[in-house]
């Protein structure tokens, strides 16, 4: 390399630019220009990690808490809001530590390889606003597979597009008009959002597809007598309905591919305790790390706002920082009842074996 340095200069001396002649020679531009100044190539990566209540730690115990954090089966965090996890227990670390830690300990996700093709167009869809709670639910209808039954149940949940929590749901054989009107009576009724809203006041919207549960006359009579507003997506078009179709994504990925049901009564026991880690205990980055119920809490005490990002995009933030160790919900112990109410199989299930139909 040095050689080639030597050839540039002469060229250059000669009077050709210095582009010509590194393209001659077959080296960059900044090879050539390049000076070293003795001083060591990079810094290397620390060892110890600060912890504002023990002091310096070894690496090898924040990579002990990292897998404490992603351990529980609900738990799928990514760097990011691990690292605001342990910021929660008094780490002072940036996510590229962290992810440099989960990366050498193989604790980041597998890359997931999408295929987009070229001359597909995209629906530009409408994100509902950040209003308040519960101004916007999105209902949808998810199939699950019963193996013992070998057959589908229809699972039904109403999610808050503002907080994420998903507090109303149920799972059957069949999905009828009548079973979705008692459980909107049901998610008008829920303690959650009686604290958080006054109905007499709050117009509330249900956004849904154009199912035949959805379009039929005696749900629209039953929403107009409780003063609910129904509002449908366009066509084929999941993507206005993205929040929920998000959640049935993570419900596939967390529950439906992990379980083998033996029967209904089986499904829905383990979708108990799944919706409950949603609400109380699993936290989310778009809701600043924290689950729904206490994020809805934060919300309440006025320390959480809502801004625009460079894209225009609402988001949340803090007006000021919520007080240390602040509760997320049941450990996972408390959660799980160790082995007690651990559902999961330990085995990787065959692919005749996972359901059917996502």
Same mark, same amino acid.
């Given at each position: ?97 962290? *992810? ?50 070998? *057959? ?29 009107? *008692? ?23 249900? *956004? ?151």
């Amino acid at each position: 390399m040095g050689e080639k340095r030597e050839i540039v200069c002469q060229y250059v001396f000669n009077g050709l630019t210095v582009s010509v002649a590194t393209s001659i020679a077959g080296i960059k531009r900044s090879t050539y220009y390049y000076r070293p100044n003795g001083r060591c190539k990079g810094k290397q990566p620390s060892v110890h990690t600060y912890n504002c209540f023990m002091g310096h730690v070894n690496n090898d115990m924040v990579v002990k808490e990292i897998i404490d954090l992603i351990t529980p089966e609900y738990n799928d965090y990514g760097y990011q809001t691990v690292t605001a996890l342990l910021k929660q227990q008094g780490y002072v670390i940036n996510h590229k530590k962290v *992810r440099r830690l989960m990366r050498d300990n193989n604790l980041l996700h597998p890359k997931v390889v999408k295929y987009i093709p070229s001359d597909k167009t995209f629906i530009k869809f409408t994100v509902p606003p950040l209003e308040g709670p519960f101004r916007t639910i999105e209902a949808d209808i998810k199939y699950v597979y019963i193996h013992g039954a070998r *057959r589908n149940a229809f699972l039904i949940s109403f999610l808050c597009t503002f907080c994420r929590g998903n507090f109303v749901w149920d799972m059957d054989y069949t999905m009828h008009s009548v079973q979705i009107i *008692r459980l909107i009576k049901v998610l008008m009724g829920h303690p959650i959002i009686r604290e958080y809203i006054d109905i007499r006041r709050v117009i509330i919207k249900i *956004r849904t597809d154009n199912g035949p549960q959805f379009i039929a006359k005696i749900l629209a009579e039953a929403l107009r007598s409780l003063g609910i507003a129904h509002e449908f997506i366009e066509p084929g078009t999941p993507q206005q309905n993205g929040h929920i179709e998000s959640f049935h994504s993570t419900v596939t990925r967390l529950v439906c591919n992990r379980n083998i049901f033996d029967d209904l009564n089986h499904a829905k026991e383990i979708f108990s305790y799944f919706f409950f880690a949603y609400n109380n205990v699993r936290a989310m980055k778009v809701l600043l790390h924290y689950p729904p119920v206490t994020f809805l809490k934060l919300w309440k005490s006025g320390v959480v706002g809502i801004k625009e990002d460079k894209r225009g995009r609402e988001i949340f933030f803090f007006r000021e920082k919520p007080a240390p160790k602040l509760g997320t919900g049941p450990s996972a112990e408390v959660l799980l009842g160790i082995d007690k109410f651990n559902t999961f199989e330990n085995r990787v299930l065959t692919t005749k074996e996972i359901s059917p139909v996502l």
